[in-house]
């Protein structure tokens, strides 16, 4: 009978305004500060609240049966702390609780573990710094950008004191195995990696909402007999939170199916447990040998979501050129803006894709076309050089 490992992802960006050439050498702010508000208050409304309060009954409920993890994205606990602390205070509630883990990630949602192994750790220590002092835990799991995922980042983890990764569970690497069990890469001394199980994770995500499937409408009751008939040692189900009241909406009912699993999970025998608990309860059943990065993002489940054309690889290539000249500036508030253009959901924006990956890009992106985001970020971009390059150190 396995047990079920739960994590939810929050992270939302700071998404560009409309900046033009013009505007280059004249302003320092790039963000559209109105539109970003908009879109937090939104999903701290539908979803934030109302799920923390929904897993906050079931702790207490179920007296310690019960838990959760999270991994919440510095740009995001940046915004909750400015403009939305109600949020940040629920989320402490929970994390007083002892039935949360919170899990790493990079401070930005950024690629920097693909493209700069430096700043991929300077990213790493600042998230585990602001978890740290917000809930008084510092992470000793991680959950990368976008799931991407390889034996390197593994092993860079394991530098950085990290005993858990989490990645999507892509059937062509498992080689014919399953995803729920404890695995760990070849190069690896200690750190473990669990696995997405993708079919019942996508349940919910694609179908949950879906009239024509055979299984509309999905109860609690049903989805959990599904889990429990699952074979292996832990079914790891991994989240976006905004899958909860924001993408599936109220009406769907999908408040009503997260207030009731956990309710039928334990009724039929189910311990939940967080990351870190499970790789400490579970022997690891072999290595996930993957060469080359995979992600949980768009069709191919690689790095095309964010490098597929030339546009993206041009802003990427010439963002982290500027890496030393940046941060040898000493400038907190120009690294700051620097490091906000990293952020993974700037180069999601750009892809040209026209299939079902060009649909879940549109229907995220503020930009009219993916050629309006490259043109804003590069100029944006532009100003931050040009700034750089006026600092009285960079003069001298």
Request: proline content about 4%.
């Amino acid at each position: 009978m396995p047990e079920v490992c739960l994590h939810f992802n929050l992270h939302q960006p700071n998404r560009l305004k409309e900046f033009t050439f013009f505007e280059i050498g004249r302003s320092s702010s790039y963000d559209n500060d109105s539109l970003n508000l908009d879109v937090l208050n939104q999903i701290a409304d539908n979803c934030y609240l109302k799920m923390n309060k929904i897993l906050l009954e079931n702790i207490q409920r179920f007296d310690g049966q019960f838990k959760v993890a999270f991994s919440i994205s510095g740009t995001l606990i940046e915004q909750l702390e400015k403009f939305r602390p109600d949020v940040i205070a629920s989320f402490k509630e929970l994390t007083k609780t002892s039935c949360v883990e919170i899990v790493g990630s990079t401070y930005y949602n950024s690629l920097s573990s693909v493209y700069s192994k430096r700043e991929f750790f300077n990213q790493i220590a600042l998230h585990a710094d602001v978890c740290e002092a917000l809930f008084g835990l510092r992470p000793k799991s991680f959950q990368n950008t976008g799931m991407i995922y390889n034996n390197e980042l593994a092993s860079n983890l394991e530098l950085n004191g990290i005993e858990t990764v989490l990645c999507e569970g892509l059937e062509w690497y498992l080689g014919g195995r399953s995803t729920n069990c404890v695995y760990k890469a070849p190069n690896v001394t200690h750190i473990k990696t669990l696995c997405k199980n993708r079919k019942l994770v996508e349940d919910i995500t694609h179908r949950f909402n879906d009239k024509n499937w055979e299984q509309y409408p999905l109860t609690a009751k049903t989805f959990a007999k599904w889990v429990m008939a699952s074979k292996g040692d832990v079914i790891n189900l991994f989240f976006p939170y905004e899958t909860f009241g924001e993408n599936l909406k109220p009406e769907s009912g999908i408040f009503k199916f997260m207030s009731d699993l956990p309710k039928e999970l334990i009724r039929l025998g189910c311990s939940f447990l967080t990351p870190l608990e499970t790789v400490n309860m579970f022997h690891v059943r072999g290595d996930l040998d993957v060469h080359v990065p995979i992600s949980g993002q768009d069709m191919d489940k690689g790095l095309s979501a964010w490098s597929g054309n030339s546009m993206q690889n041009e802003a990427i290539s010439k963002l982290y050129s500027m890496e030393d000249m940046v941060l040898n500036s000493g400038d907190d508030q120009l690294i700051h803006n620097w490091r906000k253009l990293q952020t993974s959901d700037h180069f999601y924006y750009m892809n040209t894709k026209d299939d079902v990956d060009g649909e879940a890009r549109d229907s995220s992106s503020p930009y009219n076309s993916p050629h309006a985001s490259y043109v804003y970020f590069m100029n944006a971009l532009a100003d931050l050089e040009l700034n750089c390059r006026n600092l009285p150190s960079q003069a001298n």
